[in-house]
């Protein structure tokens, strides 16, 4: 099974952006369609974008479209999240998810489980 860790996660005022990574090692990075989720504090865990195995399709949730990009390059098992205009709601911890299947990444609920998920990473957006 593949081992996911998210990486550029930090401190960024209102307005500016991150670049998150999620290194993948163990099976096969293109075997798995990726997602990004996120966990505000006192919040539930929630979906913020999905690529699939290729990278040749994406789905956003309606609060990061326009905002966020989703990327993967499989030849170096990497899976990016690019945040641009960062808001103070984006602050919470950021998790990079893997599944054999798109669908069950896009419309898994705040418990539902995925086949791996990454540790997570730390982005705080302050005005």
């Known amino acids: 099974q593949v081992q996911l860790v998210e990486s550029g996660g930090g401190v960024m005022q209102a307005g500016g952006s991150l670049r998150l990574s999620c290194a993948a090692s163990g099976r096969t990075f293109s075997s798995y369609a990726m997602g990004w989720f996120r966990q505000a504090p006192g919040k539930e865990r929630e979906f913020v974008a999905a690529?699939?195995?290729?990278?040749?399709?994406?789905y956003y949730a309606d609060s990061v479209k326009g905002r966020f990009t989703i990327s993967r390059d499989n030849a170096k098992n990497t899976l990016y999240l690019q945040m641009n205009s960062l808001k103070t709601e984006d602050t919470a911890v950021y998790y990079c998810?893997?599944?054999?299947?798109?669908?069950?990444?896009?419309?898994?609920?705040?418990?539902?489980?995925?086949?791996?998920w990454g540790q997570g990473t730390l982005v705080t957006v302050f005005s």
């Open positions: 998810a893997g599944d054999s299947n798109f669908r069950a990444i896009v419309a898994v609920g705040p418990s539902g489980y995925l086949e791996v």
């Open positions: 690529i699939t195995k290729s990278g040749g399709s994406t």
